[in-house]
């Protein structure tokens, strides 16, 4: 294993015990670089390994992996997954990982990206000097129904999933939009992690989530990352992240929401690049 895990407890009744993954440097040019990786909704350290070790070229590069993702250990417990809770939560880990403001950068993957966002404009605790993020998002359209989901009971509400699952792929292969395959893989990551604290996620932070009209509140530069086309997120909205005169946006060509999947070591020259050009 070319990285060490490390377990965080970020809240402390009831406990949270979250892992890190920690990928050193393997330039020492850039040994006092440090970046944290948040993951998107499903994913973990496993699927963003790759990322970590590209990204080793330049730098440390830290997986969080938030409480409900993976196998971070977070009790059933309603509460735990709000936006105000991931703040305190990211700030505990920048705080075990002993960095002070400016002294590291965060890349967010999609709800990661938000999470980033969030703790930005609202966190306390040392902030990053520098963004960098795939597929932003300001706010997520939710529909009417979903505070309900939290009440119906865990094998319903099971079943259910199943039944969302099945009609959204349908409705992709209709459209011909390329994306059913993420749904099958979104399908096999409920089965592998804890579907409870992921719908939790949902109905606790996603709904909430909302930094419309805040974007220029972001005064560090950013470096954001979409697809020519995205089912799911809407590209035009990363276009307003780039308020900072130095900030920048990088448009790859795909169509798949998971856009950094076989495109690490690109995505990875792309922001080493942008940090050099910050240094001139």
């Known amino acids: 294993m070319s990285f060490k895990i490390d377990y965080v407890v970020t809240n402390d009744d009831p406990e949270v015990k979250i892992r890190l993954a920690l990928f050193d440097s393997k330039n020492t040019d850039y040994k006092n670089r440090n970046i944290i990786i948040i993951p998107g909704w499903?994913?973990?350290?496993?699927?963003?390994?790759?990322?970590?070790?590209?990204?080793?070229?330049?730098?440390?590069?830290?997986?969080?992996?938030?409480?409900?993702?993976?196998e971070s250990i977070t009790p059933h417990k309603k509460g735990l997954?709000?936006?105000?809770?991931?703040?305190?939560?990211?700030?505990?880990?920048i705080a075990h990982l002993k960095l002070k403001d400016k002294e590291f950068f965060i890349l967010g993957s999609c709800s990661g990206a938000s999470q980033m966002y969030n703790y930005y404009l609202n966190g306390e605790?040392?902030?990053?000097?520098?963004?960098?993020a795939f597929n932003s998002q300001e706010k997520y359209s939710m529909p009417f129904f979903i505070?309900?989901?939290?009440?119906i009971p865990t094998f319903i509400m099971k079943f259910i999933q199943k039944m969302i699952i099945f009609i959204y792929k349908s409705?992709?292969?209709?459209?011909?939009?390329?994306?059913?395959?993420?749904?099958?893989?979104?399908?096999?990551?409920?089965?592998?992690?804890?579907?409870?604290?992921?719908?939790?996620?949902?109905?606790?932070?996603?709904?909430k989530y909302n930094i419309v009209g805040r974007q220029k509140e972001i005064d560090v530069p950013l470096i954001t990352f979409t697809a020519e086309k995205d089912y799911f997120v809407n590209p035009e909205i990363s276009k307003k992240y780039l308020h900072h005169k130095d900030s920048a946006l990088i448009i790859l060509k795909t169509e798949m929401h998971r856009i950094h999947e076989g495109r690490e070591k690109e995505i990875a020259n792309h922001i080493h690049d942008f940090l050099m050009k910050l240094k001139k």
């Open 42 to 70: 499903l994913s973990a350290i496993d699927n963003y390994t790759p990322m970590a070790e590209a990204l080793q070229e330049y730098g440390n590069a830290i997986i969080y992996e938030p409480r409900g993702f993976g």
């Open 81 to 93: 997954f709000s936006p105000e809770e991931y703040n305190k939560e990211l700030g505990r880990v």
């Open 125 to 132: 605790g040392s902030k990053p000097a520098v963004l960098a």
């Open 147 to 151: 505070p309900i989901l939290g009440v």
């Open 171 to 207: 409705i992709l292969k209709l459209r011909r939009t390329g994306e059913s395959p993420t749904i099958t893989w979104a399908s096999n990551r409920l089965k592998l992690n804890d579907d409870w604290s992921l719908r939790r996620h949902v109905i606790e932070f996603t709904r």
